[in-house]
């Protein structure tokens, strides 16, 4: 048993809030949560700006704005930084693949990963900001929980 | 091993580094929100794009010592090395929901991106382990403040700080306290002649965190605690509305929910009654949670104290 729960959220930067919205919305499904505008202190000591925050799988997107301008990287894939990555059970992820492909989405793989690890295969690609996103299916995804209270209430009352 | 001061650390004010401070009562509890007091609800699109997260990649420029911090200060388990199809040397650990954290190394690391700090990434703790969280923080001597210091609601906790490679972390904590009924209970709060309140009329009693608003339809006294998480709400009379400023829902006068979260109850009632003098009395030591308003849970000035959910 770790000593922690889970992921919460991430913070990610694109040059167009409303471009990198609607990529998370319209291209992946995400739904808008709210669009922050005075959360931090950071805001209010006039170091931040109003950011929409949108949930993709139960996990929340807050998007910020680039401070300048930032180039786009050369790859798709990239552990330099960081990257998020999504899950879909084994039958799905085909049809994702192609799904991806019919929405031009550019992206690399799929790439298969050694069968004693949790990964069965990825897709890497990258938001309009440039950071790094994959999707993959879980050989472990029978050991796979939910993070809140209440998904796990409703997990073990349709288990 | 110790983690060095942050580059802007002078951006930060005393309350945020004196807010890291502060401990939650000691409880397993699961959370209950997400992100920011997000709540999460059941997706309604029968085939999303994706269904869950399911592992976050951070580059690290030696993997031991970052397997170590994140096993030792994080609190994730050890899964194993080279799980993944990268030949670089990488560790896979553990989270209790199942959301996998890879450690790959590389001499090039961009922990934060140039130009912003926004990228972020944030977990999620029960009280217990944040607080040995806290613990650990203190063994380490690590640079921690709360980002959000004046924004989080009663049983919220933030920290905020990096990681030996510099990347920007966050830990997110819900308490059983940010969700329980919280009742003043001062007894009786006499507000003067009942007379003196016009339609429209919206006046907080600060002391016992409650409201009272004359509608045409009569006297509301509602609590100031927020439905979604408990935040204070506060009376924006510019825009005729309540609001919250930590999680930013939104109520009517008559307490019915508007916007900024999703789907909340209506704000709380207390009993509103009149005493022989003509004074408004309520009684605050029950609260009455409501879906929405209705008429009749107006008070009219010829009725008696009574139970304002009746």
């Known amino acids: ?159 | 091993m110790e983690t060095a001061p942050t580059k802007d650390a002078g951006f930060r004010t005393k309350r945020q580094m004196e807010k890291a401070k502060e401990l939650p009562s000691a409880s397993d509890a699961l959370p209950k929100y997400g992100g920011h007091g997000y709540v999460p609800t059941a997706e309604d699109d029968e085939e999303p794009f994706v269904e869950r997260i399911s592992h976050l990649v951070l580059g690290v420029t030696d993997v031991d010592r970052a397997e170590h911090w994140y096993n030792d200060v994080m609190g994730m388990d050890v899964l194993g090395r080279g799980l993944m199809a990268d030949t670089r040397p990488h560790s896979v650990m553990r989270m209790n929901s199942g959301c996998l954290l890879v450690l790959v190394e590389g001499k090039d690391i961009v922990p934060r991106r140039p130009g912003t700090n926004a990228v972020h990434h944030a977990f999620n703790m029960t009280p217990n382990q944040y607080r040995r969280l806290q613990e650990k923080i203190e063994e380490y001597k690590i640079d921690a403040w709360v980002d959000r210091a004046q924004f989080l609601a009663q049983g919220e906790y933030n920290l905020n700080f990096r990681d030996p490679d510099d990347h920007a972390l966050e830990v997110c904590c819900d308490t059983p306290e940010a969700s329980e009924l919280i009742l003043p209970n001062v007894g009786i709060l006499d507000c003067g002649p009942a007379s003196q309140y016009n339609v429209g009329d919206v006046k907080l009693l600060k002391d016992a965190d409650v409201y009272l608003i004359r509608l045409k339809e009569g006297f509301l006294a509602m609590s100031r605690w927020c439905t979604h998480m408990n935040g204070r709400i506060i009376w924006n009379r510019e825009h005729w509305r309540f609001q919250c400023p930590y999680h930013h829902a939104t109520f009517d006068r008559r307490g019915n929910h508007t916007g900024g979260q999703p789907d909340l109850d209506a704000l709380r009632l207390y009993s509103v009654g009149f005493g022989p003098d003509g004074h408004v009395l309520i009684d605050t030591s029950q609260v009455t949670q409501r879906a929405c308003f209705e008429p009749d849970q107006c008070v009219q000035p010829d009725r008696a104290l009574v139970g304002a959910g009746a």
């Not at chain 1, 805001?43 to 925050?53: D, I, K, T």
């Not at chain 1, 910020?64 to 894939?77: E, G, N, R, S, Y």
């Not at chain 1, 330099?80 to 085909?94: C, E, L, P």
């Not at chain 1, 309009?128 to 209440?150: K, V």
Request: overall charge negative.
């Open chain 1, 1 to 159: 048993m770790a000593n922690i729960e889970g992921l919460d959220h991430t913070g990610r930067s694109v040059p167009d809030v409303r471009e990198g919205e609607d990529f998370y919305v319209s291209l992946l499904g995400a739904k808008h949560c709210n669009t922050i505008a005075s959360a931090t202190e950071d805001v209010r000591a006039g170091r931040g700006a109003p950011h929409p925050c949108n949930v993709l799988a139960g996990y929340l997107f807050v998007l910020f704005p680039h401070a300048k301008h930032l180039p786009l990287p050369d790859a798709l894939k990239g552990e330099d930084g960081s990257r998020i990555a999504f899950a879909v059970s084994r039958q799905r992820f085909d049809d994702v693949v192609e799904r991806a492909g019919d929405i031009g989405l550019s992206f690399e793989g799929p790439v298969t990963h050694p069968e004693h690890g949790p990964f069965g295969e990825s897709i890497y690609f990258t938001d309009p900001g440039g950071n790094y996103m994959e999707i993959c299916w879980r050989r472990d995804s029978d050991q796979a929980r939910t993070r809140l209270a209440w998904e796990r209430e409703a997990e073990a009352a349709t288990a």
